[in-house]
């Protein structure tokens, strides 16, 4: 087991000093960023000031290293744009996109588990084939479309909901969160089920397929033949076989949807990790694009190593293989 | 023998195929009386598991029972829908399943497993369900039962997993046990201990068993009764002594040739020629004729049950007669080779 974890970290540094070198690299290529900084109109000593200041002119490899060593100290470096240490930048935005992020999970997961286990089970029905002919638009639909669609139904329609933004937030745990008050759950609402759409769909897919293959092993057709009822064999034998893909599936989305939330951030104007990302990109804001892409490794790497802690606890059979 | 336990009446299972109709089980009938053993034997493929299937009503879809009756104690489980049906499955009529490595979920501990199955019908307590469970893995003979328990699956071999699966057949002390070829996968040993244990079991406490195999030595050592099974007809029935002494019907005889004890080490064994037919384009008539060696001119009809001394039954025009029977019958005469 401790093997394994040490393994698993030093995976994970690999991954991460690749990614910076590839990233910072990247970043490096696309252009100056002194260009974007300051006023064209401002002269040429202003400009080899700055240079200077930031050691845009020293060798690459050595501005990587600057790089690495502060990162080292915890100091991503600071922001050109904002003139603000680059992590306090990320973590002030990251509690909007984690809300966001958990939201869109739970309602994928609390509707999409039931639905699948539905079509899976009768999966001759007609409301069944009606839940899988709502998965593949929840996959082939683009999702700012979809934004756009639920902005005009619900916001300017109806005006039910509010159309964007993030409304009044409240303190938790040193976090600033929406989804304290009602009126801030109203803000988060549209946002959540236009995110959480690819992955309804997704998981009642996987739900459907995995039902399906328990429902006709040999191991239910036995448990029918000692009596149990249905409600047991799906509650047993059914939901503790689904667990262990759904687990893996849930991990993998919630990183990238905690990373890659940028478009649902963006029809809606939701002011979280995606839109400073997209912001820093087009003024080449370089101390945030690393940090923020060294930060999304790291979540992947994290996410990836407790969904194999739970997946060795889901299935007896892979804890076996790991030991030996 | 008093009214018997279990009665299988003209049962017939259909699965429709792309190819047709399969009538996997047609018009099967035989019955087991209080602590009798019933084997049941056939060729693979000769619907032995589906007819195991049918009794207990988990036939599922494209399959389905098109006629017959499974009377249980007088009750006909065909007609029992939902939650009657699952009241009688596991407490009235368990079935341990063919294939050991299958028929426990690999994800769910032992316990777990047999728990459930406890509590399926008896309101009791995790606890007093775990030590039920416990003592019906000692009764088959599973040395430290409780270390057993918290196992799973994979980490058990073949054969303790079958004998888990009869453990959990036992738990409820059903009237009958249809076991679906349980000791195949086991060795020698370990299956003469279980199949003594079946015969105790059947003698102290009553318990009916249908015993499906393909193995004619356990059938004489265990069995009672013998129905023998042939592309889902019944084409014999008797005690199982008398059958395997001299069998009427030229299947059974053939299935009886070729097992290994009645010959000479090294010797080759006679075997029944062809193959078992497939069952979605079955010859009119007799479906063994084609590899029958009496087969004649009325094989192409079907053939009729024909009823000797001692309840004995054959689905046969033309059965063989026993040694004893010195005047050969006017059919006799039209008795040809099928080559
Ligand atoms: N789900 C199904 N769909 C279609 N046909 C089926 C299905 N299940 C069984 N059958 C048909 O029923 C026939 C009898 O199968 P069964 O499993 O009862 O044979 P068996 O006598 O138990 O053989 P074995 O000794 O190999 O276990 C098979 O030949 C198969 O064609
Ligand atoms: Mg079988």
């Known amino acids: 087991m401790i093997g394994f974890f040490i393994q698993r970290i030093l995976q994970a540094l690999l991954v991460i000093i690749a990614m910076s070198v590839i990233v910072f690299v ?103 084939k009606f839940i899988m002919g709502l998965s593949v638009l929840g996959f082939s639909v683009p999702t700012f479309w ?24 409240t303190d938790f745990l040193g976090m ?56 047991k064999v799906v509650g047993l034998h059914v939901l503790k076989n689904i667990s262990i893909p759904i687990v893996t599936v849930f991990g993998l989305e919630l990183g990238s949807t905690l990373a890659f939330a940028v478009v649902t951030e963006t029809v809606f104007n939701w002011p979280g990790m995606g839109k400073l990302i997209i912001d820093s990109i087009t003024v080449l804001d370089r101390p945030v694009m690393v940090a923020y892409l060294i930060l999304v490794v790291f979540l992947f790497v994290l996410i990836n190593l407790v969904v194999d802690l739970i997946y060795g606890q889901l299935d007896p059979r892979i804890r076996v293989r790991a030991a030996s | 023998m008093s009214e018997p336990v279990l009665r299988v009446k003209d049962l017939r299972t259909e699965f429709a195929v792309r190819a047709g109709i399969v009538k996997a089980v047609d018009g099967v009938t035989f019955e087991v009386g209080r602590g009798r053993i ?21 036939i599922e879809l494209p399959g389905r029972i098109a006629g017959g009756e499974v009377l249980l104690n007088g009750v006909d489980l065909t007609k029992l829908k939902g939650e009657q049906i699952r009241r009688v499955r596991g407490a009235q009529i368990a079935m341990v399943f063919q294939d050991p490595m299958m028929t426990l979920n690999p994800v769910l501990k032992v316990s777990t497993q047999m728990i459930a199955a406890v509590r399926a019908h ?71 201990q279980i199949l003594a244990e079946v015969r105790r079991l059947a003698d102290e406490t009553g318990t009916a068993f249908v015993w499906v195999t393909h193995d ?113 019958s006017s059919t006799s005469t039209t008795y040809q080779n099928a080559s």
Not at chain 1, 157 to 162: C, I, T
Request: hydrophobic share 45%; with cysteine; net charge negative.
């Open chain 2, 38 to 58: 019933l084997g049941l034997v056939g060729e693979s493929g000769s619907g032995k598991s589906v007819t195991g299937y049918s009794i207990l009503g988990l």
């Open chain 1, 146 to 169: 979809v934004g756009l669609l639920l902005i005009m139904a619900f916001a300017v329609e109806l005006g039910w909901l509010p159309s964007g933004g993030r409304g009044p937030v």
């Open chain 2, 216 to 328: 004619l030595a356990v059938v004489s050592s265990l069995a009672d009764d013998i129905c023998v099974m042939y592309a889902g007809r019944v084409v014999e029935t008797g005690a199982a002594a008398d059958v395997i002494a001299s069998p009427r019907h030229p299947y059974t005889a053939g299935l009886l040739a070729s097992v290994p004890a009645e010959h000479e080490p090294g010797e080759r064994l006679p075997q029944v020629p062809g193959s078992a037919p497939s069952l979605a384009n079955l010859p009119p008539g007799c479906a063994f004729a084609p590899r029958c060696f009496k087969a004649g001119p009325a094989c192409n009809t079907t053939p009729p049950v024909q009823h000797f001394e001692d309840g004995r039954t054959a689905l046969c025009h033309y059965p063989i007669e026993p040694d004893s029977c010195q005047p050969l």
């Open chain 1, 26 to 128: 990247g970043v490096y290529a696309i252009g100056n960023p002194i260009d974007v900084m300051i006023d064209p109109a401002s002269d040429q000593a202003l400009r080899e000031a700055l240079i200077q200041r930031y050691g845009f002119d020293r060798p690459l490899i050595e501005q990587y290293f600057i790089f690495m060593g502060n990162m080292l100290r915890g100091d991503l470096g600071e922001s050109f744009i904002y003139r603000l240490p680059v992590i306090g930048l990320i973590f002030s935005r990251m509690p909007a996109t984690l809300e966001l992020a958990v939201s869109a999970m739970l309602i994928a997961t609390l509707l999409g588990i039931p639905l699948g286990l539905w079509a899976g089970y009768k999966p001759d029905a007609i409301s069944s």
């Open chain 2, 122 to 192: 008896d309101n009791v307590s995790r606890k007093v369900a775990r030590s039920r469970a416990r003592d019906a893995l000692a009764t088959v003979g599973i040395p430290s039962p409780e270390e057993r328990l918290d196992a799973y699956p994979h980490q058990l071999s073949g054969g303790m997993r079958q004998r888990v699966a009869i453990a959990i057949a036992l738990l409820h002390k059903p009237a009958v046990i249809i076991a679906d070829e349980p000791t195949t996968a086991l060795d020698v040993s370990i299956q003469g």
């Open chain 1, 176 to 231: 600033k969160l929406s989804i304290g008050s009602m009126e801030g759950l109203s803000y988060i609402i549209l946002p959540a089920f236009n995110l959480a759409l690819f992955k309804l769909g997704l998981l009642i897919r996987l739900t459907r397929s995995g039902t399906v293959e328990v429902m006709s092993s040999d191991y239910v057709r036995f448990a029918r033949a000692q009596g149990l009822s249905e409600r």
